[in-house]
């Protein structure tokens, strides 16, 4: 599995190998270094990955913190957001590009809010929905950056280890303002939020100077040499971040998230990890919705960097001076603009080469319109009432296509003659550079180069390069992990291009690689007869990156060039099997070199103990022998492990010296869950005998109350019960293939708490030290009970579904607010590697015991003194399941005798206890 990722935060995008500094092999000439990258090459590379038959992931990452309520009042970043999975999807249409997206929130944790869905022209809404869904997302209690880029970290390695292929990974991670920790000053804020993060074990939040040595552990372990940042560089994820900037906030709320995105910031001077050259990211402030939309259009056409133009406006009527002009030719079929002016109730004409103004009428923000055009049709949006977005389409066989073509803007009153307009222009070449080696993507050093270079339509057809109108240049470079290229075909032009190629591979590392082509075209001048009246448009460039193998000599063996260790849950080593192809022996020797690693791991290594010097190397063999490498570290923490570790390989006749050859490897490491605390407690109390304190029992139980580990899959479903039957859809109750798409991993740093599928799921003791805690499943403004006994808990006013710790197999019911009796949201949950017997039996289970569920549910609702509070699960005045030490529910003296709440029909009163119990009063 090949990663090559990119995180989207503003401005651009970067996609990246595994980035490591590892020293050339023995005896090679270092070639030289690329140390610069800048915001158009991170789109490029990241397009690169992707046109070279990578799978794009892109993770859409909202802030939801409720300052949005100010600094985003009309939802600008939904609808900027919207957009771009718009573009996207148009782009993937375009180009045949495999891009998948998922959207996930963050505040105070990072929660998903769908699964992985591939772009194309049918998903694009759905996911439009999914993204619309956040606008009311802006009541998150602060702003966690560990929490969001570790969330993300986890989503993009499981998504990455589930191909085999090579990933092209994206986060696009908006927010309007710095990481910021809150005091959880009362047992509400405690209930709901916790009071310690992963990043800070041991530290209460429940105080201002719990708080700032928090925020400072985050701080450290995100910008630490190997923090979180560079676990997310050197797995290949490049990071784009957009802040939106609100009036008031001051310059440098947004240094850190530069500085993450891009290794450091300005102002002030700001470093973050140490894996920043090249420049792993980019970001972009933003003050309003044309600038979002702009920050998040830099993004949409992956691999094709926009021709950014401004200009000003024509004042009254049209005018030539202040267009905005491009250049077409036969291979320019598609082309997408996005125009703004600095002021409202402007007109935007296009101008096509037989130069007649089209005027695009105004019609209402969002809505689409189209008109026709020179050789063609535009179809346009207003995104705002500045800003506009417009598809130009060739016709086929169209004749009056080619020449030059203008964006105009107008201010029909003439009162802007100071203000500036703006365009982003996105010129779809359908010409791509190829590489008749790519299949194979093996390189030997010391060999000659295999195959030949070429250009390509979007079908893939060969295209004579005499055949192109406007110029073309060809450029090749192969690089390896260190970051060492040499360059194999420099600016041929359309004569040279595709002829024999006499460099020779040399001094690079052995191990993986890539070969980048890079076909810069410009498209054909406008003449008149002979003569040029305007220049041809320079294009962004079309680069295609190819995952290659750099090989030793063809007398020395291949070995595997990179390796996944996979999940590690609480374990400390993990094997991989490495392949030993050809001729000659490879064994194991010399240390690995740790890119990034989660603090508090200890001293990593990579062992072949049975294969460690060449005396038991392991021979080589035609179809491969296997080399068994073991991954081992001192403690499991959660985060990634990623480094190379070097493979010693000899020639099977004896000649040359053993060359070494590096291998990249990754692993996710989880955090185990601890019950040793329980069993420590357990021995003492019984040798002590009452002697002990109870409250050891009590804490012990508290601490194995977490949801077992491993991948969780959910689906949430309306459902209406109609004479006794589940209906879904107007059809009995079923699952269907397309549902379970939703995938979380529970580990360690989430075992206690998570959102899933809307819901929030908290680990929770019981009373007893010696039985097992449970789950209470919890949506504000819903009422909920689960398949178990009991069904519900009582809680802070609101009745909360009661779950076991092992929640897989299982199913909430939730009632939602003012919802009619018979209707009522499901949600089931299945571990990721379930059989579909288990899906099978849930659904029998809903069928079966659903309606009298959500009777008992409503009828305990109709019981509380608040119909509506209960079913909101907000605070009535009621005393609360969670008390400080023991307790019988009885109010406090100041507390009025109402408030109580009813008896259990268990008859058991409300018992709490300080570690956070929550077992109360059962239905």
Same mark, same amino acid.
């Given at each position: 599995?090949?990663?090559?990722?990119?995180?989207?935060?503003?401005?651009?995008?970067?996609?990246?190998?595994?980035?490591?500094?590892?020293?050339?092999?023995?005896?090679?000439?270092?070639? =030289?270094?690329?140390?610069?990258?800048?915001?158009?090459?991170?789109?490029?590379?990241?397009?690169?990955?992707?046109?070279?038959?990578?799978?794009?992931?892109?993770?859409?990452?909202?802030?939801? !913190?409720?300052?949005?309520?100010?600094?985003?009042?009309?939802?600008?970043?939904?609808?900027?957001?919207?957009?771009?999975?718009?573009?996207?999807?148009?782009?993937?249409?375009?180009?045949?590009?495999?891009?998948?997206?998922?959207?996930?929130?963050?505040?105070?944790?990072?929660?998903?809010?769908?699964?992985?869905?591939?772009?194309?022209?049918?998903?694009?809404?759905?996911?439009?929905?999914?993204?619309?869904?956040?606008?009311?997302?802006?009541?998150?209690?602060?702003?966690?950056?560990?929490?969001?880029?570790?969330?993300?970290?986890?989503?993009?390695?499981?998504?990455?280890?589930?191909?085999?292929?090579?990933?092209?990974?994206?986060?696009?991670?908006?927010?309007?303002?710095?990481? @910021?920790?809150?005091?959880?000053?009362?047992?509400?804020?405690?209930?709901?939020?916790?009071?310690?993060?992963?990043?800070?074990?041991?530290?209460?939040?429940?105080?201002?100077?719990?708080?700032?040595?928090?925020?400072? +552990?985050?701080?450290?372990?995100?910008?630490?040499?190997?923090?979180?940042?560079?676990?997310?560089?050197?797995?290949?994820?490049?990071?784009?971040?957009?802040?939106? @900037?609100?009036?008031?906030?001051?310059?440098?709320?947004?240094?850190?998230?530069?500085?993450?995105?891009?290794?450091?910031?300005?102002?002030?001077?700001?470093?973050?990890? =140490?894996?920043?050259?090249?420049?792993?990211?980019?970001?972009?402030?933003?003050?309003?919705?044309?600038?979002?939309?702009?920050?998040?259009?830099?993004?949409?056409?992956?691999?094709?960097?926009?021709?950014?133009?401004?200009?000003?406006?024509?004042?009254?009527?049209?005018?030539?001076?202040?267009?905005?002009?491009?250049?077409?030719?036969?291979?320019?079929?598609?082309?997408?603009?996005?125009?703004?002016?600095?002021?409202?109730?402007?007109?935007?004409?296009?101008?096509?080469?037989?130069?007649?103004?089209?005027?695009?009428?105004?019609?209402?923000?969002?809505?689409?319109?189209?008109?026709?055009?020179?050789?063609?049709?535009?179809?346009?949006?207003?995104?705002?009432?500045?800003?506009?977005?417009?598809?130009?389409?060739?016709?086929?066989?169209?004749?009056?296509?080619?020449?030059?073509?203008?964006?105009?803007?107008?201010?029909?009153?003439?009162?802007?003659?100071?203000?500036?307009?703006?365009?982003?222009?996105?010129?779809?070449?359908?010409?791509?550079?190829?590489?008749?080696?790519?299949?194979?993507?093996?390189?030997?050093?010391?060999?000659?180069?295999?195959?030949?270079?070429?250009?390509?339509?979007?079908?893939?057809?060969?295209?004579?390069?005499?055949?192109?109108?406007?110029?073309?240049?060809?450029?090749?470079?192969?690089?390896?992990?260190?970051?060492?290229?040499?360059?194999?075909?420099?600016?041929?032009?359309?004569?040279?291009?595709?002829?024999?190629?006499?460099?020779?591979?040399?001094?690079?590392?052995?191990?993986?690689?890539?070969?980048?082509?890079?076909?810069?075209?410009?498209?054909?001048?406008?003449?008149?007869?002979?003569?040029?009246?305007? @220049?041809?448009?320079?294009?962004?460039?079309?680069?295609?990156?190819?995952?290659?193998?750099?090989?030793?000599?063809?007398?020395?063996?291949?070995?595997?060039?990179?390796?996944?260790?996979?999940?590690?849950?609480?374990?400390?080593? +993990?094997?991989?099997?490495?392949?030993?192809?050809?001729?000659?022996?490879?064994?194991?020797?010399?240390?690995?070199?740790?890119?990034?690693?989660?603090?508090?791991?200890?001293?990593?290594?990579?062992?072949?103990?049975?294969?460690?010097?060449?005396?038991?190397?392991?021979?080589?063999?035609?179809?491969?022998?296997?080399?068994?490498?073991?991954?081992?570290?001192?403690?499991?923490?959660?985060?990634?492990?990623?480094?190379?570790?070097?493979?010693?390989?000899?020639?099977?006749?004896?000649?040359?010296?053993?060359?070494?050859?590096?291998?990249?490897?990754?692993?996710?490491?989880?955090?185990?869950?601890?019950?040793?605390?329980?069993?420590?407690?357990?021995?003492?109390?019984?040798?002590?005998?009452?002697?002990?304190?109870?409250?050891?029992?009590?804490?012990?139980?508290?601490?194995?109350?977490?949801?077992?580990?491993?991948?969780?899959?959910?689906?949430?479903?309306?459902?209406?019960?109609?004479?006794?039957?589940?209906?879904?859809?107007?059809?009995?109750?079923?699952?269907?293939?397309?549902?379970?798409?939703?995938?979380?991993?529970?580990?360690?740093?989430?075992?206690?708490?998570?959102?899933?599928?809307?819901?929030?799921?908290?680990?929770?003791?019981?009373?007893?030290?010696?039985?097992?805690?449970?789950?209470?499943?919890?949506?504000?403004?819903?009422?909920?009970?689960?398949?178990?006994?009991?069904?519900?808990?009582?809680?802070?006013?609101?009745?909360?579904?009661?779950?076991?710790?092992?929640?897989?197999?299982?199913?909430?019911?939730?009632?939602?607010?003012?919802? !009619?009796?018979?209707?009522?949201?499901?949600?089931?949950?299945?571990?990721?590697?379930?059989?579909?017997?288990?899906?099978?039996?849930?659904?029998?289970?809903?069928?079966?015991?659903?309606?009298?569920?959500?009777?008992?549910?409503?009828?305990?609702?109709?019981?509380?003194?608040?119909?509506?509070?209960?079913?909101?699960?907000?605070?009535?005045?009621?005393?609360?399941?969670?008390?400080?030490?023991?307790?019988?529910?009885?109010?406090?003296?100041?507390?009025?005798?109402?408030?109580?709440?009813?008896?259990?029909? =268990?008859?058991?009163?409300?018992?709490?206890?300080?570690?956070?119990?929550?077992?109360?009063?059962?239905?």
């Amino acid at each position: 599995m090949t990663a090559l990722a990119a995180v989207f935060i503003t401005g651009a995008v970067v996609a990246t190998p595994f980035v490591g500094a590892v020293a050339p092999a023995s005896g090679a000439t270092p070639a =030289s270094t690329s140390t610069t990258s800048s915001p158009d090459a991170a789109v490029t590379d990241f397009g690169g990955c992707i046109a070279g038959g990578g799978s794009g992931d892109l993770l859409l990452l909202m802030d939801d !913190s409720g300052s949005l309520k100010q600094s985003d009042p009309d939802d600008d970043r939904v609808q900027a957001a919207q957009y771009l999975v718009r573009q996207l999807g148009r782009f993937a249409d375009q180009t045949g590009s495999d891009i998948a997206v998922r959207v996930a929130r963050f505040s105070t944790n990072y929660a998903d809010v769908g699964g992985w869905t591939a772009l194309d022209g049918k998903s694009v809404s759905t996911v439009a929905d999914t993204v619309a869904g956040l606008a009311d997302a802006d009541d998150g209690f602060e702003t966690d950056y560990w929490s969001a880029l570790d969330g993300a970290r986890g989503d993009l390695a499981a998504r990455a280890s589930s191909r085999s292929g090579t990933s092209c990974q994206a986060i696009a991670w908006f927010t309007d303002g710095k990481a @910021e920790y809150v005091v959880r000053g009362t047992q509400s804020a405690q209930d709901s939020y916790g009071t310690t993060k992963p990043f800070a074990p041991g530290v209460e939040l429940t105080s201002q100077s719990g708080v700032d040595e928090a925020t400072a +552990a985050a701080d450290k372990d995100l910008c630490r040499a190997g923090g979180l940042a560079d676990q997310l560089r050197s797995s290949g994820v490049t990071t784009f971040a957009i802040g939106l @900037e609100s009036s008031g906030a001051p310059a440098n709320d947004f240094a850190q998230l530069e500085a993450i995105a891009t290794g450091s910031s300005a102002s002030p001077k700001t470093t973050c990890g =140490s894996i920043n050259d090249p420049i792993p990211g980019s970001f972009t402030l933003a003050s309003d919705i044309d600038n979002l939309l702009f920050a998040f259009d830099a993004l949409s056409t992956p691999g094709q960097a926009p021709l950014s133009q401004e200009s000003g406006i024509c004042q009254v009527s049209y005018c030539t001076d202040q267009a905005h002009d491009f250049v077409l030719d036969d291979s320019t079929p598609d082309v997408h603009v996005l125009a703004a002016a600095d002021v409202d109730a402007v007109d935007v004409d296009i101008v096509g080469p037989d130069g007649k103004p089209v005027q695009l009428p105004r019609s209402a923000v969002g809505t689409e319109a189209r008109v026709a055009v020179p050789g063609g049709t535009a179809s346009y949006t207003w995104e705002s009432n500045s800003a506009v977005s417009i598809d130009i389409s060739r016709a086929d066989g169209a004749t009056a296509w080619a020449g030059l073509w203008k964006v105009v803007f107008i201010d029909p009153a003439g009162t802007s003659a100071d203000k500036r307009s703006r365009t982003n222009i996105h010129i779809s070449s359908d010409l791509v550079p190829t590489w008749s080696g790519s299949s194979a993507a093996r390189v030997h050093l010391q060999d000659a180069w295999p195959g030949t270079f070429g250009i390509a339509d979007g079908d893939g057809e060969e295209v004579p390069p005499s055949s192109v109108r406007g110029t073309a240049t060809l450029t090749a470079i192969l690089a390896d992990e260190a970051g060492h290229r040499q360059t194999v075909l420099d600016a041929a032009d359309k004569e040279h291009l595709s002829g024999p190629i006499t460099a020779e591979p040399t001094g690079l590392d052995l191990g993986a690689g890539t070969v980048e082509m890079r076909l810069d075209l410009t498209t054909a001048p406008v003449l008149d007869g002979t003569t040029v009246v305007h @220049e041809g448009t320079t294009l962004a460039p079309a680069v295609v990156r190819v995952p290659v193998s750099v090989l030793a000599p063809s007398q020395f063996p291949e070995v595997t060039d990179s390796v996944d260790f996979g999940t590690l849950d609480g374990e400390t080593s +993990a094997t991989a099997v490495l392949r030993v192809t050809g001729s000659g022996c490879a064994w194991i020797s010399g240390e690995p070199k740790i890119a990034a690693a989660p603090s508090d791991t200890g001293d990593v290594a990579v062992t072949a103990e049975a294969h460690d010097s060449s005396s038991t190397c392991v021979r080589a063999s035609k179809s491969g022998r296997p080399l068994e490498v073991t991954l081992t570290f001192d403690e499991s923490q959660n985060g990634t492990v990623n480094g190379t570790f070097p493979v010693r390989i000899a020639s099977a006749d004896g000649s040359g010296e053993p060359l070494t050859t590096n291998v990249s490897f990754t692993a996710d490491l989880r955090r185990p869950l601890n019950e040793a605390n329980f069993l420590l407690a357990l021995v003492v109390a019984l040798i002590a005998g009452p002697g002990i304190p109870l409250a050891l029992l009590y804490l012990a139980s508290f601490l194995v109350a977490r949801m077992p580990s491993g991948g969780l899959l959910s689906q949430r479903s309306s459902v209406t019960v109609v004479d006794g039957r589940v209906m879904r859809d107007g059809v009995p109750f079923a699952f269907r293939p397309t549902d379970f798409t939703t995938m979380q991993t529970i580990s360690g740093r989430n075992a206690r708490s998570l959102v899933v599928a809307g819901l929030s799921l908290r680990a929770r003791p019981s009373r007893s030290p010696f039985t097992a805690g449970f789950v209470i499943a919890t949506e504000p403004g819903s009422a909920a009970a689960s398949d178990v006994a009991p069904a519900s808990i009582r809680l802070g006013g609101g009745l909360r579904a009661r779950l076991p710790l092992a929640i897989q197999g299982h199913w909430v019911v939730l009632a939602p607010v003012g919802s !009619s009796a018979g209707t009522a949201e499901v949600v089931a949950f299945v571990g990721s590697g379930a059989p579909d017997s288990v899906r099978t039996a849930i659904a029998d289970s809903i069928r079966d015991r659903l309606p009298e569920v959500l009777d008992r549910l409503r009828d305990a609702a109709d019981e509380m003194p608040d119909v509506e509070h209960a079913l909101a699960g907000v605070s009535t005045g009621r005393a609360d399941a969670s008390s400080l030490g023991f307790g019988t529910g009885a109010p406090p003296a100041d507390r009025p005798a109402e408030s109580t709440p009813p008896p259990s029909q =268990s008859g058991g009163d409300d018992v709490g206890f300080g570690f956070g119990f929550e077992d109360g009063p059962r239905r």
